[in-house]
């Protein structure tokens, strides 16, 4: 590979000039953020970018948002980092801008082997043209709860006047497949899969804010929090509001309350989730991951899972949503 590092500190640019060579790469150093241009606008063509935080600026997030946009995802950035950096939250959006690893520093020869291992499999996966099954698998569930969002924002209105409690049923038992027993149920093994290859990769990361304090606690602790409505839902409609023990207005609340967290739940994954965790996914995680959804599918009942899906199209149908 053709390596540019971007580092005003000398010692620790020697040392990755050095793990390049040993490594049998290309490398080039820059001291400021001038160089590291010059370099990626001359004929060169270089895989991966090792960039300090501190070039240029103390952290110059629209520099690396710059080089992104410019370059594609062609090119491989692994920003380097202090400890103190690495929980601020600003380390969060220089991977949501562009990053696509980062190291902390002082510099480990280990892991600078395995991030530029990784950096290596990476442009291979995308020479290939091969993704991430579990993935796009993930991001077409999503396109169906949206179109469930879209049912709940319409009937919601209706509640009280012209939607039959039978309707009210099928709500609660479509929410509670499509998305607890089939979706949300993937999207834990995929959580799992992804936190214990970010461990592996990244040491003792687990603990710091970028995965225990940022949207990604907030994405499992949307997972529990939407289980509890899909439940409140079903004994509503069940025990409820059958016999007039809850009223329209409480049963209206409840499905505005829950797909408006749907929908911002799953704006928050495709945001911040799949991004980063799609970074820390080889072909072995991913067969296993799919092997994994097939369980999940099986578990819920694929006819029982088509059975809805056929239903929400003719519901979506008959309330002018397609």
């Not at 509890?228 to 025990?239: A, H, L, N, P």
């Amino acid at each position: 590979m053709k390596v540019l590092i971007g580092e005003k500190n000398r010692a620790t640019r020697t040392m990755l000039e050095n793990t390049m060579e040993v490594l049998d790469h290309e490398v080039k150093s820059c001291e400021t953020e001038e160089e590291v241009m010059k370099a990626l606008k001359s004929d060169e063509t270089y895989d991966t970018l090792f960039l300090s935080w501190t070039l240029p600026n103390e952290g110059g997030l629209d520099f690396i948002e710059g080089i992104r946009e410019k370059y594609g995802k062609k090119l491989y950035i692994i920003l380097m980092v202090s400890k103190e950096k690495r929980r601020e939250g600003n380390l969060v959006k220089a991977l949501k801008l562009g990053a696509d690893d980062f190291l902390v520093k002082p510099l480990s020869e280990d892991l600078i082997r395995s991030r530029t291992q990784k950096a290596r499999t990476s442009g291979e996966i995308e020479a290939k043209g091969v993704r991430t099954e579990p993935l796009d698998d993930l991001r077409k569930d999503h396109e169906i709860l949206r179109r469930w969002a879209n049912v709940l924002e319409v009937i919601h209105y209706r509640i009280g006047e012209e939607v039959p409690e039978k309707i009210l049923g099928w709500i609660g038992s479509a929410s509670q497949t499509l998305d607890q027993n089939l979706h949300h149920k993937k999207e834990k093994h995929y959580l799992i899969s992804f936190l214990e290859n970010a461990m592996k990769e990244q040491g003792e990361v687990s603990d710091s804010k970028l995965f225990s304090r940022t949207s990604l606690k907030q994405v499992e602790e949307e997972h529990d929090k939407l289980e509890e409505m899909v439940k409140r839902i079903q004994k509503s409609v069940d025990k409820g509001y059958k016999e007039e023990k809850i009223s329209a207005g409480e049963m209206r609340e409840m499905l505005i309350e829950y797909k408006e967290l749907l929908r911002s739940h799953l704006d928050r994954e495709e945001r911040f989730l799949f991004p980063l965790s799609v970074k820390y996914m080889d072909e072995d995680t991913s067969k296993e991951l799919m092997n994994k959804f097939d369980k999940v599918e099986e578990e819920a009942g694929k006819d029982k899972i088509e059975k809805f899906k056929k239903q929400m199209a003719r519901v979506e149908e008959k309330l002018y949503l397609k």
